[in-house]
């Protein structure tokens, strides 16, 4: 009981009295029983809807042990891939009848995330996805499912950052600098291990490999390291993400290289003002979506569906070299 109309607290005999129904009918549709005729579910969550009513998590995890609600952990949330990511992961989650509820940490310490792991735990959550969940997090010894999102192998990141290789290899560049995110994030890891399979499997030199911290400022920061590489041969950058490929374009332009004319810069993410930098940001974009959805099912124990393979998106700032 928990629906509150007239001053009466509305309870699940008066969702039944009203759609015509027995209680049980209507406790095995708010718990998403299959078998239920469509009709009869209709009749019930109009019910629900016309008198207000609200389901009381706190006594239905007496009776069965669920809250209904899917736990995130979120490490540098302020990030565009982070923010996306729990985003989706609510819409997956309300659309199996689900909340989420949020743990932000900013520490790349596995001790402070752990905390924040068992902080949800302790509210009683079905299971836990990891956003931006660094590489020494453990997934082992806890009571509930815990995955990370984008799966903890990362193979469609790999294959993403793959994407970007192959298109400039077929672009005729032969020597690529890479500038990495940081090596304690597994999504940046992954993004490597793609980049290095491609340049591998195509026959390319990685002409140097960068680190910057996912900013925009980050990539401008070795703006100059990327330019000897220029100076020494390469001709292309495959960037670990679009804020940081932001930031090196500019860096590169400001001392005096055009992009693409003199050097073809790609990211990673497609986030929404890819489009819009000058030039444009040829990138490849990962199905979040899917990726939230899977995950949250996978918590639940319910049937995944795989996500959409990641698409590449050319725009200006990719061309053949010169």
């Given at each position: 009981m928990s629906g509150?109309?007239?001053?009466?607290?509305?309870?699940?005999?008066?969702?039944?009295?009203?759609?015509?129904?027995?209680?049980?009918?209507?406790?095995?549709?708010?718990?998403?029983?299959?078998?239920?005729?469509?009709?009869?579910?209709?009749?019930?969550?109009?019910?629900?809807?016309?008198l207000?009513?609200?389901?009381?998590?706190?006594?239905?995890?007496?009776?069965?042990?669920?809250?209904?609600?899917?736990?995130?952990?979120?490490?540098?949330?302020?990030?565009?891939?982070?923010?996306?990511?729990?985003?989706?992961?609510?819409?997956?989650?309300?659309a199996r009848g689900r909340w989420i509820s949020t743990a932000y940490t900013d520490s790349d310490d596995p001790a402070d995330i752990d905390a924040a792991v068992r902080h949800l735990l302790d509210q009683g959550v079905d299971g836990i996805v990891l956003v931006a969940a660094h590489g020494a997090t453990s997934l082992e010894g806890y009571d509930v499912p815990i995955v990370p999102l984008y799966g903890e192998s990362g193979s469609r990141q790999r294959d993403a950052a793959a994407?970007?290789?192959?298109?400039?290899?077929?672009?005729?560049?032969?020597?690529?600098?890479?500038?990495?995110?940081?090596?304690?994030?597994?999504?940046?890891l992954a993004r490597t291990a793609g980049v290095a399979d491609a340049v591998d499997r195509r026959g390319l030199e990685r002409a140097d490999r960068l680190e910057g911290d996912w900013s925009a400022a980050s990539g401008a920061a070795v703006a100059e390291a990327v330019a000897s590489g220029i100076a020494a041969g390469a001709t292309a950058v495959a960037v670990a993400n679009d804020q940081m490929a932001l930031g090196l374009t500019a860096g590169l332009m400001s001392r005096g290289l055009r992009v693409p004319a003199d050097v073809s810069v790609a990211g990673f993410d497609d986030n929404p003002d890819a489009a819009f930098y000058t030039p444009s940001l040829t990138t490849v974009r990962l199905d979040v979506e899917g990726e939230a959805e899977y995950a949250v099912a996978a918590v639940l124990g319910d049937a995944v569906v795989a996500p959409a393979a990641p698409v590449l998106v050319v725009r200006d700032s990719t061309a053949p070299p010169a």
């Open positions: 509150d109309t007239g001053g009466k607290r509305i309870g699940v005999r008066d969702v039944a009295v009203a759609a015509g129904v027995s209680a049980q009918t209507v406790s095995r549709v708010l718990n998403g029983y299959p078998g239920i005729r469509e009709a009869t579910r209709e009749r019930v969550l109009d019910a629900v809807a016309a207000d009513y609200r389901v009381n998590n706190a006594a239905r995890a007496l009776g069965t042990s669920l809250t209904r609600t899917v736990g995130v952990v979120a490490s540098d949330a302020v990030l565009h891939g982070p923010a996306a990511g729990i985003t989706a992961l609510e819409r997956a989650a309300r994407l970007v290789v192959d298109h400039l290899a077929d672009l005729g560049h032969r020597r690529i600098v890479e500038v990495a995110g940081p090596s304690d994030w597994r999504e940046a």
